[in-house]
């Protein structure tokens, strides 16, 4: 039952496995193809398809985020072999404006509002005008971005620091940041949500819109750490975790899959009790020409499936299952995107080979990170104070 | 007062979650059943140390979720599909993610609830509170600072000697036996004792008669009174502050309405139609408001169009044409006379049409007059 020492886990730079890095580079190269073809033959599609990969890397980033602050507000010390991990994926956040640039190019492919003749005719969306034009949504992206970005790099440098110097105050400090990060982020995000996936169907809100994005992104970002964590557990990068690290992440999991549920039927019951037609008919899109199915489709594979295979405590604790279901969970949330931002392009029912392309990219970005930052930092923050009850924490 | 013959088992005591689980373990592997470990709080890994098999309260809670489930759903639909079937927000009377929250509820509250009494009475054998180890000086350490194990004599590896011997030997302390209660042996349940059924009735009625009480009678006291109770006068209700008695008073005398003009041709339609005349122009807006008021209160009798054939024809004298060159030539001003005061069978609608939209109605009888007997010219 003892953990391991300190002293046991102190080789900490590591390095993928050459077959993975390759995977990588070609899941990158794939993925990078099919977005310029793509781009070359309908660019319109492409775009759309771009919105779900760019909101995918802004939720694995920005909710990686979110849970190192969550684990530094609420001191958490169960978390702390595995932060780095997390800490890790957060990473991608100064990268995903990257893959909006294609995005920007292309905005009046699939904004409406972008269209200046479109707005003039339509008295709601010259209403909503002052906030929904292009110099002001380029401005926040940047701004959004900009500020995660510098939160992020402030985050990890404190807390790379911390591996040599073991100095405490990092960690008081971190805190901090994170009191402040917090509520930034609430606003922030549920802007992104309300930027780039709402306001493709401008003439529909729904208040709950930016919770519905947050619940999908704490839960891509706990996923995506799971699999990672459990991967590296396998491989030896990470000290021997007990099974209640791996049951608090199964935990987490679940809880979030519940959380999603949640938070969807909620949006969906308010908006179908009080049955007003500005606000049924972004559900009627969603439960007509085909993509009822894909509507059925998701909730099985985002709640159902997910829900009855992390019910069991053991399941919890097993790393295959983790494993199966963190991915499983990244594509549902892949999918969960996907019904959020496709009906607006096509009103029947399409699934092609850009859709099976675009996830690549993703893949292949977040693998290129983790290899990139494994050889550059420690796997472990060895020099958080916490680190040992961590090893030895215990449900 | 405790039996001081046969014990009910040796317990000892140890300083460290470690030795417990250290303890239990040893404990298993002679193979002893019968025993259990008494700790301030939960220690984890303990029940693996044990060997306890899976909790079963799982079950229940499935068993009692389900129950919550099926029974709130059926509930609903039986209310909204058989009992009182009712169109609300015009949805279909089984519209079931309305059910979704109270389901979901129901089903947590069952499943909660449920197993933790049947938990209570299945394995604690509620109401039988009593229990050996209560009031004892072992129960009283391993509820503040020591961990405590008791193995109980009627396991069938049970050795008093042998017994003392391994706890020494895992590090246990005060190791003592533990006696019966006097009066009280343990383990019958005590579910169907009638003091216990005496109890738990009088709780019932008091529950019920209090819960009666508050809603019946606190909720109307002062200050919970909802404002119920005030110092004023409801319509029809009579008051002895007045000498006749009577609560509501008539207006005085010389009173007008908002907005009440008085009619200054009563009794008089030819000077009507001599001096009235339309005050609204014949827009779109004022015809189309009346073809409202004509269709709510005219076309009952007198049809649809003004033809006089409404469906109470036969049943009724028939309501005369409103195409008729009598009505054609009226001015406007005869036609709101009769609309005001009445002609013949017909009553007067002064009371119910407001004074703007009779003129509304004349309009459109005009509309109605012209489209049958149209010109030629209106035809090109």
Not at chain 1, 177 to 187: E, S
Not at chain 1, 324 to 349: C, R
Not at chain 2, 98 to 110: C, D, Q, R, S, W
Request: overall charge neutral.
């Amino acid at each position: 039952m003892s953990a391991p020492e300190l002293t046991t886990i102190q080789p900490l730079k590591k390095e993928l496995p050459g077959a993975v890095r390759r995977l990588a580079w070609m899941f990158l190269g794939l993925g990078a193809l099919v977005m310029m073809l793509a781009y070359g033959m309908d660019a319109q599609r492409s775009a759309y398809n771009n919105i779900i990969l760019f909101l995918f890397l802004a939720s694995i980033g920005g909710g990686s985020i979110f849970l190192v602050a969550i684990e530094y507000i609420g001191g958490a010390v169960w978390s702390v072999p595995i932060r780095r991990v997390t800490e890790f994926l957060g990473g991608i956040t100064p990268v995903v404006p990257v893959v909006a640039v294609p995005l920007l190019l292309n905005l009046h492919d699939v904004f409406h509002w972008t269209h200046p003749e479109a707005v003039q005719a339509d008295p709601v969306l010259a209403g909503k005008s002052p906030y929904l034009n292009v110099s002001f949504f380029v401005f926040r992206f940047l701004a959004i971005f900009a500020l995660w970005s510098l939160f992020y790099l402030f985050f990890f440098r404190n807390s790379t620091r911390q591996d040599l110097s073991r100095n405490q105050r990092l960690t008081t400090r971190n805190i901090r940041l994170a009191a402040i990060f917090l509520p930034v982020f609430a606003v922030t995000l549920t802007l992104t949500a309300v930027d780039w996936a709402m306001s493709l169907e401008p003439h529909w809100y729904s208040t709950i819109f930016g919770v519905y994005y947050f619940s999908g992104t704490v839960l891509a970002a706990v996923a995506a750490t799971t699999y990672v964590v459990v991967k590296f557990q396998e491989k030896g990068f990470l000290p021997n975790l007990a099974r209640d690290h791996l049951y608090s992440l199964g935990a987490l999991l679940f809880a979030f899959v519940n959380f999603w549920a949640y938070i969807a039927f909620s949006q969906f019951l308010l908006i179908w009790y009080a049955n007003l037609p500005e606000e049924t008919y972004w559900f009627m899109a969603r439960w007509q020409g085909g993509w009822e199915y894909f509507s059925v489709l998701l909730i099985v594979v985002h709640f159902a499936v997910p829900y009855f295979a992390l019910l069991a405590q053991d399941a919890k604790m097993n790393p295959r299952r983790l494993k199966l279901m963190a991915l499983w969970i990244l594509a549902a949330h892949m999918l969960d995107l996907y019904w959020l931002v496709m009906p607006n392009y096509s009103e029947t029912f399409v699934f092609g080979w850009m859709e099976i392309g675009y996830p690549f990219l993703a893949a292949g970005m977040i693998m290129i990170l983790l290899s990139y930052m494994l050889r550059r930092y420690n796997v472990v923050p060895v020099g958080d104070p916490k680190l040992q009850r961590g090893l030895e924490f215990r449900l | 007062m405790k039996r001081q013959d046969t014990p009910y088992g040796i317990t000892a005591l140890f300083e460290s979650p470690d030795q417990i689980i250290h303890a239990a373990e040893e404990v298993v592997r002679k193979g002893f059943t019968r025993f259990d470990v008494n700790t301030p709080y939960p220690v984890h890994g303990m029940d693996g140390a044990m060997k306890l098999k899976p909790s079963r309260v799982g079950f229940f809670a499935l068993a009692f979720g389900l129950l919550g489930a099926i029974s709130s759903v059926g509930f609903m639909t039986w209310v909204t599909l058989v009992d009182y079937p009712l169109v609300i927000g015009g949805k279909p009377c089984w519209s079931w993610p309305a059910f979704v929250p109270v389901a979901f509820e129901i089903t947590v509250l069952l499943a909660s609830v449920l197993s933790v009494l049947s938990m209570i009475v299945v394995y604690f054998k509620f109401p039988n509170v009593s229990h050996p180890l209560h009031d004892t000086d072992y129960m009283k350490r391993v509820s503040s600072d020591r961990f405590g194990i008791c193995i109980q004599a009627d396991d069938p590896h049970f050795d008093e000697a042998q017994v003392r011997q391994l706890l020494k030997g895992v590090g246990g302390e005060e190791i003592r036996p533990v006696f019966f209660e006097e009066e009280e042996p343990a383990g019958a349940p005590k579910l169907f004792d009638p003091r216990f059924l005496g109890v738990l009735l009088l709780t019932a009625v008091a529950t019920a008669g209090i819960t009666y009480f508050s809603f019946n009678v606190v909720l109307y006291w002062e200050p919970f009174s909802w404002m119920s109770e005030q110092a004023r006068l409801n319509a029809q209700e009579p008051s002895s502050l007045f000498p006749n008695g009577v609560g509501m008073r008539p207006p005085v005398k010389g009173t007008v309405a908002r907005g009440f003009v008085p009619y200054a041709f009563a009794g008089r339609p030819e000077d009507a139609g001599k001096y009235l005349r339309n005050p609204l122009l014949p827009t779109e807006d004022v015809v189309q408001r009346g073809r409202k008021r004509y269709l709510t209160f005219c076309s009952p009798c007198h049809g649809n169009f003004g033809q006089g054939n409404s469906r109470l024809q036969g049943q009724f004298p028939n309501p005369p044409t409103l195409h008729s060159d009598k009505v054609r030539d009226w001015p406007d001003g005869n036609v709101y006379h009769v609309i005001t005061e009445g002609q013949n069978v017909m009553p007067g609608y002064g009371s119910q049409i407001s004074r703007e939209d009779r003129w509304a109605i004349i309009h459109y009888i005009r509309v109605l007059q012209r489209a049958h007997n149209a010109k030629e010219s209106d035809l090109k």
